[in-house]
């Protein structure tokens, strides 16, 4: 079996080739690990891998019976003004981006609403499950279903998620109403998010304690909705991409990744800042898997 310190090596090389904008790459292929910097591991905004660990508090959350893929909007936000058609929208619909409202709104901006939420929930669906538009706004409707019920969700995860992995009080970006913006803004090193990576690569378990059903980490990959983009933007899932190749993934704005590869025991994390060409990255570590 090819060790973790050859695949990086794999990975790395193209990287410094190409010139790529990477801080820092683990490799985890069973319980071997190896790993390159480029820079200080020091916590950083993964973006949009955000909201994989979204789809994990909203997992943990069905586990507990807090919620369903299927609980509506106004069963836990009974006092928002629902668009046409919106009280239809679900759990499921919002963290696979398919509310069918059109809001796109993104963490790194401005809020200029007063409530987020109600900004998007006001507006009417073109049909819940009919039409997918990515947005960090569905991943906060999500977490704001969440937070109804359980207050502030990053507190919530402590003992449930982070924790349990040694991630010591980490940060998260937060919308002008204090909720998480859950969508983006989580900071973490690359350590740190490779631990994460592993939950998803084994099914919930890190190092044999449950951290969500394996079911909900099946699901997360398994249900995925057709974006009608091209190539590995062509299939969504809960709040992960298909692909390259036979792995999926969490993916951030400027190269931040969580590449998992069930069929090769394999988790591959990067983060990094390159704006030219980000997913280069992760093809470079889906290549560097296959050999």
């Known amino acids: 079996m090819v060790s973790a310190s050859t695949v990086l090596e794999?990975?790395?090389?193209?990287?410094?080739g190409e010139s790529l904008g990477a801080y820092g790459v683990h490799v985890a292929l069973g319980n071997d690990v190896a790993e390159r910097r480029w820079r200080s591991d020091d916590r950083v905004n993964i973006y949009s891998v955000s909201k994989g660990v979204s789809a994990l508090a909203a997992g943990i959350a069905v586990d507990e019976g807090i919620l369903t893929l299927d609980t509506r909007v106004g069963e836990m936000l009974p006092d928002m003004q629902l668009g046409t058609g919106v009280e239809s929208v679900t759990l499921r619909h919002l963290l696979t981006m398919t509310s069918g409202i059109?809001?796109?709104?993104?963490g790194r901006e401005p809020a200029p609403w007063p409530d987020l939420a109600q900004e998007m929930l006001r507006r009417p669906t073109r049909g819940p499950g009919e039409v997918f538009q990515y947005s960090d706004a569905s991943t906060y409707v999500a977490m704001r279903l969440l937070g109804a019920a359980v207050g502030d969700v990053r507190d919530w995860l402590l003992p449930r998620l982070f924790d349990p992995l040694g991630i010591d009080n980490p940060q998260w970006h937060r919308c002008p109403n204090g909720w998480i913006v859950a969508g983006s803004g989580l900071?973490?090193?690359?350590?740190?998010?490779?631990r994460i990576a592993r939950v998803l690569r084994d099914r919930g378990l890190w190092r044999?304690?449950?951290?969500?059903?394996?079911?909900?980490?099946?699901?997360?990959?398994?249900?995925?909705?057709?974006?009608?983009?091209?190539g590995d933007f062509s299939r969504y899932g809960l709040a992960t991409w298909a692909g390259p190749g036979d792995g999926w993934r969490l993916d951030g704005l400027y190269g931040q990744y969580a590449y998992i590869a069930n069929d090769r025991d394999a988790a591959v994390t990067?983060?990094?800042?390159?704006?030219?060409?980000?997913?280069?990255?992760?093809?470079?570590?889906?290549?560097a898997l296959q050999g």
């Open 102 to 106: 059109d809001f796109a709104w993104f």
């Open 208 to 230: 044999g304690e449950r951290i969500v059903s394996a079911e909900w980490v099946d699901a997360m990959r398994t249900g995925v909705v057709d974006t009608g983009g091209d």
């Open 10 to 16: 794999r990975i790395v090389t193209p990287i410094d």
């Open 187 to 194: 900071e973490l090193r690359t350590e740190e998010l490779s």
């Open 270 to 287: 990067i983060t990094a800042h390159e704006e030219e060409r980000p997913h280069r990255l992760v093809e470079i570590a889906a290549a």
